[in-house]
Nanobody, 125 residues
């Protein structure tokens, strides 16, 4: 069973940057696509980015495509979300999860599993 732990959230001013990390346990990490989602108060959880098991293929939401980058280091069992040019509307709890069929095209939270506990990102204006 893969367990996921996010870190790296915090408070940042608009225009600033943060890098989130998601550390995974287990030997099968590289076989799964990994995704980042976020959920703001009163809103549904929304897709942010996904990356294939090999790290070659990525998929990013249109709202973050020009500002965020997803990457992974399979030797460290870790996936990253580099967030630049942050905006107040990026404020949310950010979660990572795995896509058990290595499908980066999946953007529905229901297609992901083994959710981490989340890390809060707050962007002040």
């Amino acid at each position: 069973q893969v367990q996921l732990v996010e870190s790296g959230g915090g408070l940042v001013q608009a225009g600033g940057s943060l890098r989130l990390s998601c550390a995974a346990s287990g030997r099968t990490f590289r076989t799964y696509a990994m995704g980042w989602f976020r959920q703001a108060p009163g809103k549904e959880r929304e897709f942010v980015a996904a990356i294939s098991g090999s790290g070659v293929v990525t998929n990013l939401a249109n709202s973050v495509k020009d500002r965020f980058t997803i990457s992974r280091d399979n030797a460290k069992n870790t996936v990253y979300l580099q967030m630049n040019s942050l905006k107040p509307e990026d404020t949310a709890v950010y979660y990572c999860a795995l896509q058990p069929f290595n499908r980066v095209v999946e953007t529905s939270p229901r297609q992901y599993a083994n959710w981490g506990q989340g890390t809060q990102v707050t962007v002040s204006s």
